[in-house]
């Protein structure tokens, strides 16, 4: 961890909100795409992010500082997700009964850039629906790695951390993880419905 998050670590252990604030500022992001690419619902991903926040403050003072904390902060949300997938199947409630809502991108053009090609921006809309949702049929333990390595950007150190899973567990998961998703991906390649 950098200095100035071990700072702002020792403060928010000595209750100072602020301090949290900027630690959850920093790190909010990426603890939400996590959770949106487990639960593949933003409206659910919100919420158990919220609830990772609200453990994480509780629970600040134990915070040993011997991983970074976001490593840290993505294992609450892995335990986290974890359970809400249970309760989710224990209610009878899963996650296609659940509003199937789309997180907007937002276009990040600076003003007066004209738009690039409109069917070249469907084009890429349309593979990245088709992206997350191969992600999605993944199994959650080749998932998860994927997730953790290949777009949160985690090393593979901070993955065992993480999951508790040995070096050639994790890399081997992260091949197989790359592999699946290939092959769902194909289809969409050839022009075929991933559904």
């Not at 949106?36 to 919220?50: D, I, K, P, S, T």
């Not at 509780?58 to 997700?81: P, Q, V």
């Not at 150190?157 to 998703?181: D, P």
């Amino acid at each position: 961890m950098e200095a100035w998050e071990l700072e702002l670590v020792a403060r928010a252990q000595r209750g100072d909100r602020k301090a949290f604030t900027r630690l959850v500022i920093e790190h909010q992001n990426r603890v939400f795409s996590y959770l949106y690419r487990m639960l593949g619902n933003a409206y659910e991903a919100e919420e158990v992010a919220q609830e990772v926040f609200i453990a994480a403050f509780r629970f600040i003072s134990g915070f040993r500082g011997e991983g970074s904390l976001l490593t840290w902060l993505l294992r609450i949300a892995s335990n986290m997700y974890k359970n809400r997938i249970r309760y989710n199947v224990r209610r009878k409630r899963s996650q296609e009964s659940c509003i199937d809502d789309k997180v907007e991108q937002p276009d990040y053009r600076p003003i007066g850039e004209r738009p690039e090609n409109p069917e070249a921006l469907v084009a890429t809309q349309q593979m990245e629906m088709a992206l997350h949702e191969a992600i999605s049929r993944l199994p959650e333990d080749f998932r998860e790695v994927l997730v953790l390595r290949d777009i949160e950007l985690l090393t593979y150190e901070q993955i065992q951390e993480l999951t508790g899973l040995a070096e050639g567990t994790v890399k081997s998961r992260i091949h197989r993880a790359r592999g699946m998703l290939a092959r769902l991906m194909s289809g969409h390649l050839d022009g075929e419905e991933l559904i």
